[in-house]
């Protein structure tokens, strides 16, 4: 079975503080996934990227960077949290491109920003 | 923007109905389509998929694709109380790296 991990399930930070969600997968998968969900907005996503070192932007990347030094591990990184980054945030792995694509979530970190 | 619709819900069906869930899609490249289970407070978990157009059976649940119409729908029959979730449904585009998602339909299975 596939399994993503995420360090944190609850994470309550100040405003201006640097924030770091670590996200690990064992499927050897070259794709994984930052998104954030929202009531009413639904998932969006904020990063990917499809190698190490590499990464694209999604729909929503303001205010986050991410990096990917080892193939497993994708790190999403808040500079300098603000109140609007109080979200659901989800990483999820997927093995190729293409069609026989699907992705596998993680469980998920809730970040409340004070 | 490349849109994936879905309706919001909530859908509330009696238990042992037929649920059925839709989803409409604006991009004429999509070539894959996925739905995926999400209970409250939990991560999506993937249900099926489907990328010819048609049904696909898996147990209770049954995806049909339209490309034509560009509509994907999910069929639950015997729906349970345990099948109330909110439903995602994703499409990739163009053999790409990324899924969008659909907002997600609330599915209530009444006893």
């Known amino acids: 079975d596939v399994k993503v991990t995420q360090s944190s399930r609850y994470l309550v930070k100040r405003t201006g503080e640097k924030v770091f969600l670590e996200c690990v997968q064992d499927?050897?998968?070259?794709?994984m996934f930052w998104y954030r969900q929202d009531p009413g907005l639904g998932l969006r996503l904020i990063y990917f990227?499809?190698?190490?070192?590499?990464?694209e932007k999604g729909d929503i990347p303001e205010g986050y960077s991410v990096s990917r030094e080892k193939k497993e591990r994708f790190s999403l990184i808040l500079e300098s949290a603000s109140t609007n980054q109080t979200s659901m945030y989800l990483c999820?792995?997927?093995?190729?491109?293409?069609?026989?694509?699907?992705?596998?979530f993680g469980p998920g970190t809730r970040l409340t920003v004070l | 923007q490349k849109e994936v619709e879905q309706n919001s819900g909530p859908l509330s069906v009696p238990e042992g109905a037929i649920a059925s869930l839709n989803c409409t899609y604006s991009?004429?490249?999509?070539?894959?389509f996925f739905w995926y289970r999400q209970y409250s407070g939990k991560s999506p978990e993937l249900i099926m998929f489907?990328?010819?157009?048609g049904d696909k059976e898996d147990g209770r649940f049954t995806a049909q694709l339209n490309k034509a119409s560009q509509y994907v729908s999910l069929l639950i029959r015997d729906s349970q109380p345990s099948d109330s979730a909110t439903y995602l449904c994703?499409?990739?585009?163009?053999?790409?790296?990324?899924?969008?998602f659909g907002k997600g339909t609330s599915l209530l299975v009444t006893p």
């Open positions: 999820a792995s997927s093995l190729i491109a293409g069609g026989n694509n699907e992705q596998f």
């Open positions: 499927m050897d998968h070259e794709n």
């Open positions: 990227s499809y190698d190490v070192k590499m990464k």
């Open positions: 991009d004429r490249g999509s070539q894959s």
């Open positions: 489907i990328y010819s157009n």
């Open positions: 994703a499409v990739n585009i163009n053999s790409g790296y990324a899924l969008n």
